[in-house]
């Protein structure tokens, strides 16, 4: 079973709108990972926030932890349409191991 | 662009053959986890090499096997192929950090079809 869960499966807003997305997991972890993936194509790292952090950004993207809920948020800030692809959480519990949720899939509508 | 190349990108196998796929690890890099990922789910883990050794595996069968040789590199191999094989596969590379943990660097992608 997947040690992450994104919430929603699915979401869609205009072009300017923010879009948040959740993660939650099942295990204490040493840090958490955001990732992009474009259709049918590699995945991109977008962030990475550690156990000790509880927020984190970079431009337009807002990263919240809370361990004690094991979950996490993803804000995306001022929507573009380039925006558009499927968002995933990795949680890294072992060395090097990082283990995915079935993502969420963001569409910006122009 | 990552630095991390996959090949091929596309093929197609018929069920009961054996595939190969390929990967070269960004510059500076000395792991490599592969996952495999069915549509329209996520990544599924199926190991890692660090350093030429097999370092953890997810809940795939023997007939997955892989290899990482000196420059790095690595390998994807599946044996009697079955049609739920079907799947983009995903190599990443990563520079072990000291906790054992740091981003990956994917490439773009192996997509099997198995008819």
Redesign the interface.
């Known amino acids: 079973s997947?040690q992450?869960e994104e919430d929603p499966q699915a979401l869609s807003i205009q072009e300017g709108e923010n879009a948040t997305m959740n993660c939650s997991y099942k295990t204490s972890i040493?840090?958490l990972?955001w990732?992009r993936q474009n259709s049918?194509?590699?995945?991109?790292?977008l962030i990475?926030i550690r156990s000790n952090e509880r927020e984190k950004h970079s431009g337009r993207l807002r990263v919240t932890l809370d361990t004690s809920k094991k979950s996490s948020s993803l804000l995306i800030t001022a929507s573009r349409a380039a925006d558009t692809a499927s968002y995933?959480c990795?949680t890294?519990t072992?060395?090097?191991?990082?283990?995915?949720?079935?993502?969420t899939t963001l569409t910006v509508k122009p | 662009e990552?630095g991390?190349t996959q090949s091929p990108t596309h093929l197609i196998k018929t069920r009961g053959q054996q595939v190969t796929l390929r990967c070269s690890s960004q510059s500076g890099h000395n792991?490599v986890?592969w996952?495999q990922q069915a549509l329209?789910?996520?990544?599924?883990?199926i190991f890692?090499y660090?350093r030429e050794e097999e370092?953890?595996r997810?809940n795939f069968p023997p007939r997955f096997s892989g290899l990482q040789f000196p420059n790095y590199s690595s390998e994807l191999n599946v044996n009697a192929l079955e049609l739920d094989d079907s799947a983009?596969y995903?190599c990443?590379s990563?520079k072990?950090a000291g906790?054992?943990?740091?981003?990956?660097?994917?490439?773009?992608?192996s997509?099997l079809t198995v008819l």
């Open positions: 997947q992450g040493n840090n990972q990732y049918g194509r590699g995945l991109v790292h990475l995933f990795a890294d072992n060395a090097g191991k990082s283990t995915f949720g079935d993502g | 990552t991390v792991t986890s996952y329209g789910q996520g990544p599924q883990f890692q660090y370092n953890g997810g983009l995903l990443a990563s072990r906790d054992g943990t740091g981003e990956l660097f994917f490439g773009e992608g997509r």
